[in-house]
């Protein structure tokens, strides 16, 4: 596996218009493992992944795996989680790793190492990023990210009812963490075209954020269609004028359709017209 030269934003835009704007998660928890009739075990976790990623990644313009449910099974499960990756961007889909690695200094420098130099083993087209340790404590893995022509989305305004302690806070200067946030992504993406490569996540269950500028000039990875209760036909009330840059995530909504490949394939061909439909309404 190796890194490009061509910026995320540019490669991400034209998945997007190609292949429609949709985000379908690798999500293989032990509750979808048994849905499929798999075990909870490596065989089960590798079965599952290649099933997905044969059944959508030459369709879709992102697939998301989840990170934490690979690692559970420790060496042999991020072999998994590796071979997933290769074979995905392999198929054309962009692999954004949902890791949410924050950390400061040698630490983030080598959290990025593992995921956004060009030549490492799980080498993906963007990773999620926390910035609770301050917007700065990313600058390793915005630095890699250029280098490589890799991504990032940082948590700015998350879907759980948890975040808005942080996101929500206000700070002596007015303004809120997580429009801070946006505004620091806004920075790093100005001048790019057609996108830029610095993206933020942002619920899709949130109702009216018009109080925010999320037109940030890159992505915005929009969880929570489906399952948690948002609709494609929800995104232009959410996203307002950015909503051709939202990158809708769909886990469960598509994964319950397996083992069985083709009603996968639907299933996501399906979510990726209906998001197609909405943004071309608003």
Request: aromatic share 6%; glycine share 10%.
């Given at each position: 596996?190796?890194?490009?030269?061509?910026?995320?934003?540019?490669?991400?835009?034209?998945?997007?218009?190609?292949?429609?704007?949709l985000?379908?998660?690798?999500?293989?928890?032990?509750?979808?493992?048994?849905?499929?009739?798999?075990?909870?075990?490596?065989?089960?976790?590798?079965?599952?992944?290649?099933?997905?990623?044969?059944a959508?990644?030459?369709?879709?313009?992102?697939?998301?795996?989840?990170?934490?449910?690979?690692?559970?099974?420790?060496?042999r499960?991020?072999?998994?989680?590796e071979k997933?990756?290769?074979?995905?961007?392999?198929?054309?889909?962009?692999?954004?790793?949902?890791?949410?690695?924050?950390?400061i200094?040698?630490?983030?420098?080598?959290?990025?190492?593992?995921?956004?130099?060009?030549?490492?083993?799980?080498?993906?087209?963007?990773?999620?990023?926390?910035?609770?340790?301050?917007?700065?404590?990313?600058?390793?893995?915005?630095?890699?990210?250029?280098?490589?022509?890799?991504?990032?989305f940082?948590?700015?305004?998350?879907?759980?009812?948890?975040?808005?302690?942080?996101?929500?806070?206000?700070?002596?200067?007015?303004?809120?963490?997580?429009?801070?946030?946006?505004?620091?992504?806004?920075?790093?993406?100005?001048g790019?075209?057609?996108?830029?490569?610095?993206?933020?996540?942002?619920?899709?269950?949130?109702?009216?954020?018009?109080?925010?500028?999320?037109?940030?000039?890159g992505?915005?990875?929009?969880?929570?269609?489906?399952?948690?209760?948002?609709?494609?036909?929800?995104?232009?009330?959410?996203?307002?004028?950015?909503?051709?840059?939202?990158?809708?995530?769909?886990?469960?909504g598509?994964?319950?359709?397996?083992?069985?490949?083709?009603?996968?394939?639907?299933?996501?061909?399906?979510?990726?017209?209906?998001v197609?439909?909405?943004?071309?309404?608003?």
């Amino acid at each position: 596996m190796t890194g490009t030269t061509e910026p995320f934003g540019a490669r991400l835009r034209r998945a997007m218009d190609e292949r429609g704007p949709l985000c379908v998660g690798i999500d293989p928890h032990a509750s979808l493992l048994a849905e499929w009739g798999l075990d909870d075990d490596v065989a089960g976790l590798e079965r599952f992944s290649r099933t997905v990623v044969e059944a959508v990644a030459d369709r879709v313009a992102v697939l998301k795996p989840q990170s934490a449910f690979f690692e559970r099974f420790g060496s042999r499960g991020v072999a998994v989680l590796e071979k997933s990756v290769e074979e995905a961007r392999a198929a054309g889909a962009l692999v954004v790793m949902d890791a949410k690695r924050g950390d400061i200094g040698s630490t983030m420098a080598a959290y990025a190492e593992s995921f956004l130099r060009a030549d490492a083993p799980l080498f993906s087209d963007a990773l999620t990023v926390s910035p609770y340790l301050g917007y700065g404590s990313l600058k390793p893995a915005v630095d890699l990210a250029r280098e490589s022509g890799a991504g990032l989305f940082v948590l700015a305004l998350t879907s759980n009812p948890e975040g808005g302690e942080v996101q929500h806070a206000v700070r002596a200067d007015g303004r809120s963490v997580g429009a801070t946030m946006l505004a620091h992504l806004a920075a790093e993406n100005a001048g790019e075209t057609p996108l830029g490569s610095f993206g933020a996540v942002v619920g899709a269950t949130l109702g009216d954020l018009s109080s925010y500028d999320l037109d940030v000039n890159g992505p915005l990875l929009a969880p929570g269609i489906g399952a948690q209760g948002a609709t494609p036909a929800d995104l232009p009330a959410v996203f307002g004028a950015a909503v051709r840059n939202v990158v809708p995530n769909v886990s469960r909504g598509v994964l319950r359709h397996g083992p069985d490949v083709t009603a996968l394939r639907n299933a996501a061909d399906r979510f990726a017209d209906e998001v197609r439909t909405a943004v071309a309404a608003a």
